[in-house]
């Protein structure tokens, strides 16, 4: 069966990094879209960045400039550069793919000092 698997999260003082990484496991060839969203408590889940198969990407206002999506299709696994950190960008953060449809289980970020 094929899965998404995140790591990465954890907590980290305002103004810090992290970097999230997501890969499919499991028996397959190729993956389409891959995305990033977020949850926080109370909170409707937010689309935080995407990007294509071709490496076009696109970002949240939110977080234009600060995070930074990349992906290696050989290894069938998405990125989430995370910089200057806020307290607003706690969340569970969660991994997603559009083809085949699947999502990760999350993994938590804190941003507090």
């Known amino acids: 069966q094929v899965q998404l698997v995140e790591s990465g999260g954890g907590l980290v003082q305002p103004g810090g990094s992290l970097r999230l990484s997501c890969a499919a496991s499991?028996?397959?060839?190729?993956?389409?879209?891959m995305a990033w969203y977020r949850q926080a408590p109370g909170k409707e889940r937010e689309l935080v960045a995407r990007i294509t198969r071709a490496f076009s990407t696109a970002y949240a206002d939110s977080v234009k400039g600060r995070f930074t999506i990349s992906r290696d299709n050989a290894k069938n696994t998405v990125y989430l550069e995370m910089n200057s950190l806020k307290p607003e960008d706690t969340a569970v953060y969660y991994c997603?793919?559009?083809?085949?449809?699947?999502w990760g289980q999350g993994t938590q970020v804190t941003v507090s000092s």
């Open positions: 997603n793919a559009n083809a085949p449809p699947m």
């Open positions: 499991g028996n397959i060839l190729s993956i389409g879209d």
